[in-house]
């Protein structure tokens, strides 16, 4: 079946870092990847997006690259702040019709100052 | 535009009594969706809808119920709460671009 593997958390880095929070899919097809946020309290928003192989989302300093050869859509931002301290949950779509996601785990991301 | 809103936003029940979420969205979306949120296990599907008067099942249907009999509202209802139903639920709208998730009902069942 179709599923979503994400990084284990908690993960918890100093403001400015760089970030990497891993996430590799199984489909079959060819689907529409997501990463979506949730900060405390709140429901989820929509981060980025990409529709297509080698195509790369964009949003807020994070970027994450569809890699259709090793089935990843790795999350990344380049100097994290206080601010981006979230769950965060990569997703696919597109397969059955319906737009339904299939989600990961999620991964809690602290930063501290 | 108040986008996707969910009535209640905190609910416990006993065992075996009876409750409906709302769920409401001014965006004019035809699809609405569903979601359960477990610690360590991301969000999962337990009923969508493709338009007014039409539901399917979603990962994670059995001991729900819903109901889409306007465009813009989707029940969501618990006919004999079980402890293993406590969790946060979730409610989205979608268009071709995207979803936009309501702020979640978190439902204790004792």
């Known amino acids: 079946g179709n599923s979503v593997t994400q990084m284990e958390g908690p993960v918890t880095l100093s403001e400015e870092a760089f970030l990497t929070i891993n996430c590799t899919y199984t489909?079959?097809?060819?689907?529409?990847l997501f990463w979506y946020v949730q900060y405390p309290g709140e429901g989820l928003q929509l981060l980025l997006k990409?529709?297509?192989?080698?195509d790369k989302g964009s949003n807020k300093g994070f970027e994450a690259t569809y890699r259709k050869e090793t089935t990843s859509f790795h999350l990344e931002k380049g100097s994290v702040q206080v601010s981006d301290s979230a769950v965060y949950f990569c997703?696919?779509?597109?397969?059955?019709?319906?737009?339904?996601?299939?989600f990961g785990q999620g991964t809690r991301l602290t930063i501290n100052p | 535009n108040a986008g996707v809103t969910q009535t209640p936003k905190f609910r416990v029940l006993k065992t075996g009594q009876s409750m409906t979420l709302l769920c409401a969205q001014d965006?004019?979306?035809?699809?609405m969706y569903w979601y359960r949120q477990d610690p360590g296990m991301g969000l999962r599907l337990i009923h969508y809808?493709?338009?007014?008067?039409?539901?399917a099942k979603g990962e994670v249907p059995d001991g729900y119920n819903v109901s889409r009999l306007k465009k813009q509202n989707f029940l969501l209802g618990l006919e004999s709460a079980a402890p293993s139903q406590t969790s946060v639920y979730f409610c989205?709208?979608?268009?071709?671009?995207?979803?936009?998730f309501g702020p979640g009902t978190r439902l204790t069942v004792l």
């Open positions: 809808s493709v338009g007014e008067g039409t539901t």
């Open positions: 989205a709208s979608s268009y071709s671009g995207g979803k936009f």
């Open positions: 965006m004019n979306h035809e699809y």
């Open positions: 990409a529709t297509k192989a080698d």
């Open positions: 997703a696919l779509s597109g397969l059955g019709g319906a737009q339904k996601l299939v």
């Open positions: 489909a079959t097809g060819y689907p529409s």
